[in-house]
C-alpha cells in the first residue's frame, strides 16, 4: 500500500531537503557538483593552401620578364656589359687554369742574338727560323746566320790580332795603333751594324714576302762583301789584320804575331765566297718568286704613308706652303 504518513497537499517549500551525504574535508571538490554540461563544440578543419609549384620553364619566363624589365630603367650599355661580364666570371676558372698557357704561347722572351746570360747586353728579338722561314729557304738562312755569328768571332780575334800587333811591331813603319783603335770601333760598330743591316732585311724578307727587305739586303750585303775584300788586305790605316801589315813581322823578329795576322787574313779571304754565293742565291730566290724593284717602291711608300712623322712632315711643309702662297 501506498504510504499514507506524507501529506499530498502540503506546499512544497515545506518539504524537507535531504543532505547530501557526509564527506571528508579532504575529498571535497568545489565545482563537481554544479558542474555545467559540456555544450558539443563543432570540429576543428585546418585547411592547408599549398603552395603554386613552378616548374624550370616558369622560372626562365619569369627571369627573362625581370631582366626585361631591369633593362628598360638601365641603358642598353649597361646591360650588355653585365651579359658579357656573366661569362668572364663563369669561365674565370677556366682562364686561371689556361694562364700559363697563353702566356706561353703569346709572351716569347727574346732569344737572339744569343748572348751569354753574363753579357750586359741582352737578347733583342724573338727568331724561330723552323717556324718562320719557308721550308725550302731554311738552309740558306740558318747559312746566313752562321756567317754572322762567324764574323762576329772575327771582328773579335782581329781586335786581339791589332793588340797584338802594337806590342809586337819593332821596325814596321806602319801606325799599328791606328789599326788597334779602328777595330775597337769594328766591334762596337759593325758587330751590330751586321745584324740589322744585312741579316735582319732577309730575315724579314723571308717571314713577310717584303720585296724593298730583299732589296736592302742586296745593297748592304754588296757593300760588306767589297769590307771583306779590304780587310783580307789589310790595309794599315782601315783597322784589319791582313796580308798586307801581316807580312812586315817575319822580317822583323815577330813571327808568332805575323802567324797571328795571317790566320786573320785567311779567316777574312773564307768571308768572300760564301757571302758572294750566299747574296747570289737569296737574289735567284727573289728573281723566282716574281718579285719587282716596282713592287718595292709600292711597299716603300705604304709604309711613309702609314708612319705618322712622315705625314705630319707632310702637313707642316702643305701648310708652310699655303702661308707662302698667300703671303
Known amino acids: 500500500m501506498a504510504d499514507f504518513s506524507e501529506n499530498p497537499f502540503a506546499?512544497?517549500?515545506?518539504?524537507?531537503?535531504?543532505?547530501?551525504?557526509?564527506?571528508?574535508?579532504?575529498?571535497?571538490?568545489?565545482?563537481?557538483?554544479?558542474?555545467?554540461?559540456?555544450?558539443?563544440?563543432?570540429?576543428?578543419?585546418?585547411?592547408?593552401?599549398?603552395?603554386?609549384t613552378v616548374h624550370s620553364s616558369d622560372q626562365k619566363k619569369l627571369q627573362e620578364l625581370q631582366l626585361k624589365e631591369e633593362g628598360s630603367s638601365k641603358t642598353g650599355g649597361r646591360v650588355k656589359s653585365k651579359?658579357?661580364?656573366?661569362?668572364n666570371r663563369c669561365d674565370r676558372g677556366l682562364l686561371k687554369d689556361n694562364h700559363s698557357k697563353c702566356t706561353l704561347s703569346t709572351v716569347r722572351p727574346n732569344?737572339?742574338?744569343p748572348l751569354p746570360p753574363c753579357c750586359p747586353i741582352q737578347?733583342?728579338?724573338?727568331?724561330?727560323?723552323?717556324?718562320q722561314i719557308p721550308p725550302a729557304e731554311l738552309w740558306k738562312m740558318r747559312v746566313l746566320t752562321i756567317l754572322l755569328i762567324y764574323y762576329w768571332g772575327l771582328l773579335i780575334f782581329n781586335f786581339i790580332c791589332a793588340i797584338a800587333g802594337v806590342i809586337g811591331h819593332s821596325s814596321s813603319s806602319y801606325d799599328y795603333g791606328t789599326t788597334l783603335?779602328?777595330?775597337?770601333?769594328?766591334?762596337?760598330l759593325c758587330a751590330p751594324a751586321a745584324l740589322f743591316c744585312w741579316w735582319y732585311p732577309v730575315y724579314r724578307g723571308y717571314k713577310s714576302n717584303s720585296s724593298l727587305s730583299f732589296l736592302w739586303f742586296f745593297f748592304v750585303m754588296g757593300f760588306q762583301i767589297l769590307g771583306f775584300?779590304?780587310?783580307?788586305?789589310?790595309?794599315?790605316?782601315?783597322?784589319?789584320?791582313?796580308?798586307?801589315?801581316?807580312?812586315?813581322?817575319?822580317?822583323?823578329g815577330s813571327p808568332g804575331v805575323g802567324a797571328m795576322f795571317m790566320i786573320c787574313c785567311v779567316?777574312?779571304?773564307?768571308?768572300?765566297?760564301?757571302?758572294?754565293?750566299?747574296?747570289?742565291?737569296?737574289?735567284?730566290?727573289?728573281?723566282?718568286?716574281?718579285?719587282?724593284i716596282n713592287e718595292a717602291t709600292r711597299e716603300a711608300m705604304t709604309g711613309a704613308a702609314s708612319n705618322k712623322y712622315v705625314r705630319q712632315a707632310a702637313v707642316g711643309a702643305v701648310k708652310e706652303g699655303a702661308k707662302a702662297a698667300a703671303v
Open 11 to 52: 506546499s512544497p517549500q515545506a518539504t524537507p531537503v535531504k543532505e547530501p551525504p557526509h564527506q571528508s574535508p579532504g575529498s571535497f571538490i568545489p565545482l563537481a557538483a554544479k558542474s555545467k554540461p559540456k555544450t558539443p563544440t563543432a570540429p576543428t578543419t585546418t585547411i592547408e593552401i599549398a603552395e603554386p
Open 83 to 87: 651579359g658579357s661580364a656573366a661569362p
Open 111 to 113: 732569344n737572339f742574338p
Open 123 to 131: 737578347p733583342c728579338c724573338y727568331v724561330n727560323l723552323t717556324e
Open 181 to 188: 783603335g779602328i777595330s775597337i770601333a769594328y766591334v762596337i
Open 229 to 252: 775584300v779590304l780587310n783580307f788586305l789589310g790595309i794599315p790605316t782601315l783597322g784589319a789584320a791582313g796580308l798586307i801589315n801581316g807580312i812586315p813581322f817575319f822580317s822583323g
Open 267 to 292: 779567316l777574312w779571304l773564307l768571308t768572300i765566297p760564301v757571302s758572294a754565293v750566299l747574296l747570289f742565291l737569296v737574289h735567284s730566290y727573289y728573281r723566282s718568286s716574281g718579285r719587282s
